[in-house]
Structures are given as C-alpha cells and as structure tokens.
T-cell receptor, first 114, second 115 residues
Framework: LAKTTQPISMDSYEGQEVNITCSHNNIATNDYITWYQQFPSQGPRFIIQGYKTKVTNEVASLFIPADRKSSTLSLPRVSLSDTAVYYCLVGDFAPSGGYNKLIFGAGTRLAVHP | EAQVTQNPRYLITVTGKKLTVTCSQNMNHEYMSWYRQDPGLGLRQIYYSMNVEVTDKGDVPEGYKVSRKEKRNFPLILESPSPNQTSLYFC??????????????FGPGTRLTVT
C-alpha cells in the first residue's frame, strides 16, 4: 500500500484558498486518492476522491498530476468552520477481491483564523 | 437519516471487565470496520468485515474481538480490557469492501477509558 506524506499543520485566514498537498510516490496503478476531514471528537467525513487530473465537487477540488505521485486538495474561500484535520489516503481498487484497506496517517491540521 | 450509531458514547471501566461497544448502520452497507484513534497516531484499523459472517484483522487486532451476525450490526468486544486500550473508537461502514467505494461513513465515536 502506498504511503502518504502531508504537512503536519497549516494556517490560513478566512476567505483564502487553501491547498494541501499530499505526496504518494509509490502509488500503484489501481490506487485511488481520497481525502477525509475530521473535526475534534467526530468521525472522519469523506470529502473527495479521484484517480487522475481534476475532480471538483461542492466542497473541494482535487488536483492530480499526470505522474500521480502527489495530489492537492484545494479548499476555496475557507471559513472558520473548515478548521479540522485533513487526511489523504491512497488505496487499492480491487474489483477481483481483496478489500479497500484505508490507512489514515497523522493528517494535516488546518487552522483557519479570523 | 442514513447513519452509523455507536453505543455507548462514553465508557469508563476497570481492567479485566468485559465490555461490548455496539455499532449499527441503516444503509444496508456490506463493509464495516472498527478503528481506534490515539493522539499522534491517527486512526488505526482494528477489524473489518466484508459482509455477514466475514471478518478479518486490521492493523491492531490484539485484545479485541468482533462478530458480524447481521448486516447492520458489528459489535466490538473487549474480553479483558487493559489501560492501553483507552482510546477513541470509531465504527465505519461503506457500500462495499471492494471497488470504488472509499466513502466510508463514520459513527460519532466511543471514548473508552480503562483504569
């Protein structure tokens, strides 16, 4: 399973765009990239998932370069409520069996300031 | 409302006293899993279940048991709790254990303290 590396913490201000980059040099062909958000004392919440290029939903965008060795979660115009821990996960797409093993690292602690 | 529920939410117990943390989901999900979260260590998977009667060990299964007799329920059993099992526990479920289904839904968590 590919290991991921993210910054331990980031700071931003309300209204700014925040980009959190995740490195996954050993990503395999069948791996997808998924991001979760976690608030204190709550379970993680799925944000976005992608395989290559760009994915956008109502919450965030995910940019994945052609070599897929990294990915960037982009949060547009953050607010105080976006203060949370963000996890980047890389996991197998295993249609023939096996299972989706999710490995959560330490994540990136984002602090949004007024 | 689609959700994963856990009970109890908070529990303080003593070493060696068997306990069960229940987990239930109402989304007809096949895949369920238990995690523990400790400061500085992120979430670590304890056990998972691909479907009814199918369970397997995650990364930190020692000291825990699980069962999956019904699709909706996945209880976590600590036969003889020890202080090193003091942690925040999360149950999660997803539509399937294989394929493009990484959207796991997490429960609210159970904070366990073993003295």
């Amino acid at each position: 399973l590919a290991k991921t590396t993210q910054p331990i913490s980031m700071d931003s201000y309300e209204g700014q765009e925040v980009n959190i980059t995740c490195s996954h040099n050993n990503i395999a062909t069948n791996d997808y990239i998924t991001w979760y958000q976690q608030f204190p004392s709550q379970g993680p919440r799925f944000i976005i998932q992608g395989y290559k290029t760009k994915v956008t939903n109502e919450v965030a965008s995910l940019f994945i370069p052609a070599d897929r060795k990294s990915s960037t979660l982009s949060l547009p115009r953050v607010s105080l409520s976006d203060t949370a821990v963000y996890y980047c996960l890389v996991g197998d797409f295993a249609p023939s069996g096996g299972y989706n093993k999710l490995i959560f690292g330490a994540g990136t602690r984002l602090a949004v300031h007024p | 409302e689609a959700q994963v529920t856990q009970n109890p939410r908070y529990l303080i117990t003593v070493t060696g006293k068997k306990l069960t943390v229940t987990c239930s989901q109402n989304m007809n999900h096949e895949y369920m899993s238990w995690y523990r979260q400790d400061p500085g260590l992120g979430l670590r998977q304890i056990y998972y279940s691909m479907n009814v009667e199918v369970t397997d060990k995650g990364d930190v299964p020692e000291g825990y048991k699980v069962s999956r007799k019904e699709k909706r329920n996945f209880p976590l059993i600590l036969e003889s709790p020890s202080p090193n099992q003091t942690s925040l526990y999360f149950c999660a479920s997803s539509r399937s254990g294989t394929g493009l289904s990484y959207e796991q839904y997490f429960g609210p968590g159970t904070r366990l303290t073993v003295t």
